[in-house]
């Protein structure tokens, strides 16, 4: 059964039996797909409808095809996969919803925002340790135009986007936790608190979201005694280059220095020479990062230890007409050979 430290004030979680990651997945768009990470995406889009009729159809796709993509790798039936946790960003997680009518598994909707996928990864690795599953799946999506409609302005606007804004990453990432077998292990979840330190402009997520991440960081550290050096990179899930600064410098003035291995799915997903500004976002962005360049480079072994913190601005539309400042949160997960 899971372990929880009886220190005051901890937020971290301790697996006794850390759940393995045995397989992911992932299918990204045709402009993730032209980054420097698009070797190594299962599934790259000719286009951004993938044969559907509206971008709201392309994204449940997505996670659809994805759900199925990491389960035959896994040469796993769909019907032994006990539950699917999954969401995504738009109202009332409906590409999460309508991608498990189709996928007739068990399912427990999430919406974190953009720290859905370590959310998910948290609470999946809490069913398996605590005996309540033995194999489930993990899946986040995102669709820059779906997001794009929903929370600024649609495309075909042409809409002149501020240098503080990041691109929402058109992709779904999909991984299997099992309770047994041969992979990367969750060892440590650090679940967050949400954090509001005012900021209200939409454009400039990243500077939102990184007190948040900045907390979080400090308390699994706290919680866990370890040191930074302690984990061959800290990844954050999409604070974009000017977020992942401010959290860097926040971390310094709390005493927690994060040295020399720290980035961000967001500054990476993308070349330097491809419109984005100050980078990708979205959940799919920790989620394709994770289930491909990341985990594959902890199966050469070429990182033993990562630490995933994901990282999610809770506002709405709704939130954002009457005036309310961006609530948000990250969770962090640790993974470990």
Excluded at 2 to 29: C, D, H, L, M
Excluded at 250 to 266: A, E, F
Aim: proline share 4%.
């Amino acid at each position: 059964m899971p372990r929880v430290s009886k220190r005051t004030g901890q937020q971290s979680i301790y697996f006794e039996n850390p759940p393995v990651i045995t397989n992911w997945a992932n299918i990204v768009g045709p402009m993730e797909g032209q980054g420097p990470y698009g070797q190594e995406f299962d599934w790259v889009l000719e286009d951004y409808l993938f044969g559907e009729q509206s971008w709201e159809k392309a994204e449940a796709k997505m996670l659809r095809e994805t759900v199925k993509l990491v389960a035959s790798k896994a040469n796993l039936p769909l019907g032994n996969i006990e539950v699917l946790l999954a969401g995504d960003l738009l109202n009332q997680i409906i590409s999460a919803n309508f991608a498990a009518r189709e996928l007739k598994i068990p399912f427990l909707g999430l919406y974190g925002a953009c720290s859905t996928m370590a959310e998910g990864i948290a609470l999946g690795a809490m069913l398996i340790d605590g005996g309540f599953y033995s194999t489930l799946t993990v899946g986040v999506t995102s669709h820059h135009h779906t997001a794009e409609r929903q929370f600024r302005f649609p495309t075909e606007q042409g809409a002149q986007r501020l240098p503080s804004s990041q691109w929402t990453v058109t992709g779904c990432g999909c991984l299997i936790i099992q309770r047994d077998g041969v992979g990367p292990r969750i060892t440590t979840a650090t679940v967050g608190k949400v954090i509001d330190l005012g900021q209200s402009d939409v454009n400039d997520m990243g500077a939102a979201m990184a007190p948040a991440a900045a907390d979080t960081i400090v308390a699994h550290f706290r919680d866990t005694g370890r040191d930074p050096r302690y984990y061959d990179l800290i990844i954050t899930g999409d604070l974009g280059k000017y977020g992942l600064a401010l959290m860097e410098s926040l971390c310094q003035k709390l005493n927690c220095p994060l040295g020399q291995h720290v980035s961000d799915c967001g500054v990476l997903i993308y070349d330097i020479d491809q419109d984005v500004h100050a980078g990708g976002s979205g959940c799919g962005c920790s989620a394709v990062m994770l289930c491909g360049p990341l985990l594959n480079r902890m199966q050469a072994k070429e990182f033993n230890r990562i630490l995933l913190v994901g990282t999610g601005a809770l506002m709405s539309t709704t939130s954002s007409l009457q005036g309310e400042t961006i609530p948000c949160i990250a969770h962090a997960v640790a993974i470990e050979n």
